[in-house]
């Protein structure tokens, strides 16, 4: 990784102080992506940290793992897979339950989203207490597929998220102690 690159991301890094609830400090990235510069060095960075794995298809969980997911499956030529919040997804889903830092949430697959054996990328913006990325990855393991790895542009460090994922290689560009 670019150490300039990492730089220039967290310059446009913005957080917000007590959101989405008291005691909780928000990493905003909309600071990142509403920056030319900071869109493209954010993809490219991510892009660069799993060019070289075997990737079939990039799962991202809504709504922020689209915004990375969908370009990342684009520059890896795969297709991409929508994890969302319950009664978005048209067909016959499968489900699960998970804990925030802040409450609890759900989130669904379409049942033939993953075939067996077909290792799938995870994306998403942030892991902070790791709830929603384990959730993501049972399900895509529920469906038969592998999860090589856990990408996500930003890491909370001091919530020990990746502690949930420890079977799988977590990567993330932008780490905060």
């Known amino acids: 990784m670019d150490n300039s690159n990492i ?27 509403k920056d ?29 793992g689209f915004i990375f997911g969908v370009p990342l499956a684009l520059k890896l030529g795969v297709g991409f897979i929508p994890i969302r919040k319950p009664g978005k997804l048209p067909a016959e889903t499968i489900s699960k339950e998970y804990s925030l830092e802040y409450g609890t949430n759900k989130i669904e697959i379409h049942k033939d989203a993953v075939s067996p054996g077909e290792n799938i990328l995870l994306v998403d913006d942030l892991i902070a207490t790791g709830g929603t990325a384990k959730a993501s990855v049972d399900l895509i393991k529920e469906l038969g597929g592998n999860v090589p790895a856990f990408l996500s542009l930003v890491e909370l460090k001091f919530l020990n998220g990746r502690e949930l994922l420890e079977e799988i290689k977590v990567i993330s560009i932008l780490k905060y102690n």
Do not use: H, Q
């Open 7 to 33: 730089l220039k991301l967290k310059s446009l890094m913005r957080n917000v102080p007590d959101y989405p609830i008291p005691g909780i400090n928000f990493f905003d990235i909309t600071t990142i992506l």
């Open 36 to 64: 030319s510069v900071g869109l493209k060095l954010s993809i490219n960075e991510m892009y660069e940290s799993i060019k070289d794995m075997k990737i079939d298809k990039v799962a991202g969980t809504e709504s922020r």
